[in-house]
């Protein structure tokens, strides 16, 4: 049986690295009542922070993967996720995997703070009382609610997100850059299309994220209450809370992976591509592509899915543990 609390003051004793270690190996400690949604927004925004830091290189191939036009004759730039990724370095160096990662690293912090404040009210309009248990389709259906609010904040930044990593891929055919970085890709953008072009993808992106928080967070949930000792989903160690956040988020892929191949097509199209939208985007893709183009880049997305999303969840969780021991009344 481990001695939490001997471990506590031997880590105390050993200084600041120590003592982060001991708190992130420990189980977390009760919890009185949900947390509010103040605690879930500084939690959600430092759990988003995660994600991307631990996600963007993965993404950057999936999107050069399912934005890539296929020639009848041409080889495609890209066979596969592992393809990608040496022609990304050797062409553009390391920094190229992580090209248009500023415009969703500003968006993140808002993005998953109404993530989870956007969870939180979806689980209290389904409440009766403030402590009462909810079933899994009931969380489903707040993570559903969650994938609304969030859509709002996350179009503008994965448009420009898209486009630059988009252009990563041209200049390194000797294409020069239209765009010098996030803001003056907003700033043409906008010059050009007005807030309809920061916003294309609007449909695309509420098809992807509705269904697939729900995912997210009712498999989170799920695996949580499976994990922890009594059921109640509280009192997880760190590594329980990363399987379960990593898990969630292959959940989420799954459900999600086609909408997002359309999206990703809509908005790193030029203006007039696609006049009817998102369903000219799939008739063009079905038709010279095939179903299966629905799933292109599904390697670097699962690949990406475990670690990111463990890494998001394991740092949600890690806050919050914190909030609820030294701001118990946030």
């Given amino acids: 049986m481990v001695d939490w609390a001997q471990l506590e003051k031997e880590a105390a004793s050993h200084g600041l690295l120590w003592n982060f270690a001991y708190k992130v190996a420990r189980p977390a400690k009760p919890r009185d009542g949900p947390p509010s949604s103040l605690k879930n927004l500084l939690a959600g925004s430092f759990g988003g922070i995660c994600l991307v ?16 036009t296929v020639v009848a004759g041409q080889a495609p730039m890209y066979t596969g996720g592992l393809d990608c990724f040496r022609k990304i370095v050797a062409r553009e160096g390391f920094s190229g995997l992580y090209r248009g990662m500023l415009a969703p690293l500003l968006g993140v912090t808002p993005m998953y703070a109404i993530c989870f404040v956007g969870y939180d009210i979806g689980q209290r309009i389904q409440r009766k009382t403030p402590t009462e248990r909810l079933s899994l389709l009931q969380l489903f259906n707040a993570g559903c609610i969650s994938g609304v609010f969030t859509t709002a904040v996350m179009v503008p ?5 898209c486009i630059l990593q988009i252009q990563g891929a041209q200049v390194s055919q000797g294409i020069a850059p239209k765009y010098s970085g996030p803001k003056d890709v907003f700033v043409k953008v906008y010059a050009e299309s007005g807030i309809r072009g920061i916003y294309k993808g609007t449909v695309a992106t509420l098809l992807r994220d509705v269904p697939g928080s729900g995912a997210y967070f009712g498999a989170y949930e799920y695996l949580k209450r499976t994990l922890s000792k009594d059921g109640s989903g509280q009192n997880l160690r760190m590594h329980e809370a990363l399987f379960a956040g990593g898990m969630a988020g292959i959940a989420n892929w799954c459900v999600s992976i086609p909408a997002d191949v359309l999206k990703s097509r809509l908005q790193t199209a030029p203006d007039g591509t696609y006049p009817n939208g998102l369903r000219d985007v799939f008739r063009t893709l079905v038709r010279n592509e095939g179903y299966l183009a629905l799933y292109k880049g599904i390697g670097p997305v699962m690949l990406r899915a475990f670690p990111a999303n463990a890494a998001m969840f394991g740092g949600y969780e890690f806050m919050l543990n914190q ?8």
Avoid: C, M, S, W
Wanted: glycine share 6%; no cysteine.
């Fill in 53 to 68: 830091a631990a996600g963007h290189p993965l993404d950057t191939i999936k999107v050069r993967l399912q934005t890539q």
């Fill in 157 to 161: 930044g994965e448009r420009v997100k």
């Fill in 323 to 330: 909030l609820y021991e030294f701001f118990p009344n946030l």
